[in-house]
């Protein structure tokens, strides 16, 4: 059956980690731009840790974060350096794209768990040279794959689990969301090959891609082509990306993913077993059988102060890596369970000619 197994424990109803408040790891955050607020929350919302430290090139910036999750007691920082020395336990990247892995395998050199943004590298090189670093550190690695939290994940996991579908044959993913011109205007790093390493792909739709290729394993083959259709002379990387992957066993998967759409549409993906169809829309899944037809599965979106179609789960993502550091177990997003996401979305722009440089 074309179906990997992962941990889908859930921390009770709200995701909080019951922690002893007389072991309290000490956080820092770099980069204290708009998802670092999600990361913050969840931090405040900790029992086992606490936001001492915060940094951005910009002080005014950590300064705020500072206040909104730490009642401005988090130190702020401006170079990043800063953190290696500092009494920290675990260190949040939340940079632009091109200093996650450079960053993190500093960190990691300097003893601090890391828990990183997407992506984890930008090229091929950059992943070799952290992977060199996360076996010299086991275990204190981990990314954010929040989506693979989502109550719509663990549903279609039980799901396929219980075999109502049979073995998955097929499947097909559409990301089709809104970035303009003002997106990208002031930004020193987005829109860049050399730094955002990729536009839809990389940016937008590298975690839909993550939950397709959840239930299939590594592509045996990947045809592919990138477009930008209406940024042209304004950003360097795709705005369009289309994919056609097979799998082990016959398996076959479509994805297609564009910024150029009116709207932040919900994702859509949809699997086609032997025996049924399991579709996911934003936070409504369905099923599909001969026998019983279509079954309604509705899914509430959960706890968070993110935007839905981003996926809600980083509260149980982030707890989860905490746990995992707290009793030494195996992170399902640590560098080795995704790497074939990361291998497939590199042979995606490889494909498609135009490789990040």
Request: hydrophobic letters at 35%; glycine letters at 12%; aromatic letters at 10%.
């Amino acid at each position: 059956m074309l179906y990997n197994s992962f941990n889908k424990r859930v921390f009770g109803e709200t995701g909080f980690v019951i922690g002893k408040e007389d072991d309290v790891k000490k956080v820092g955050i770099i980069g204290c731009g708009n998802i670092a607020r999600v990361h913050g929350w969840v931090i405040q919302n900790m029992k086992d840790a606490k936001l001492t430290a915060v940094c951005d090139t910009e002080a005014g910036r950590a300064e705020e974060l500072s206040k909104e999750y730490a009642g401005g007691k988090a130190e702020v920082y401006t170079d990043w350096h800063a953190l290696c020395e500092a009494e920290l336990d675990v260190v949040h990247i939340c940079t632009p794209h091109f200093l996650h892995a450079p960053m993190a395998a500093e960190l990691l050199r300097h003893g601090k768990s890391v828990f990183m943004e997407k992506p984890c590298a930008i090229s091929r090189e950059q992943f070799e040279g952290l992977k060199k670093e996360d076996r010299r550190h086991p275990g204190k690695l981990g990314f954010c794959f929040q989506n693979r939290y989502n109550k719509t994940t663990l549903e279609m996991d039980r799901m396929l689990a219980e075999g109502k579908i049979g073995e998955v044959k097929g499947a097909r993913a559409f990301v089709t969301w809104r970035r303009d011109e003002a997106y990208y205007a002031g930004s020193q790093w987005k829109g860049r090959w050399m730094t955002e390493g990729g536009g839809a792909l990389i940016n937008q739709s590298v975690h839909t891609l993550d939950l397709l290729l959840r239930y299939f394993g590594r592509p045996e083959q990947v045809a592919a082509s990138l477009s930008n259709h209406h940024l042209q002379g304004l950003i360097e990387v795709e705005d369009t990306v289309e994919a056609w992957m097979s799998f082990a066993q016959g398996g076959r998967a479509c994805f297609y993913a564009s910024n150029g759409y009116a709207a932040d549409a919900p994702v859509f993906l949809e699997l086609e077993g032997e025996r049924g169809r399991i579709t996911m829309n934003g936070s409504r899944l369905t099923l599909w059988t001969p026998e019983k037809g279509v079954e309604e599965y509705p899914c509430e979106s959960g706890h968070g102060i993110g935007k839905d179609y981003w996926g809600c789960g980083h509260l149980s993502c982030i707890n989860d890596f905490y746990r995992c550091l707290e009793e030494g177990r195996s992170y399902q997003g640590n560098l080795s369970g995704v790497e074939n996401t990361f291998d497939t979305m590199m042979r995606i722009y490889e494909a498609a000619g135009k490789a990040p440089r």
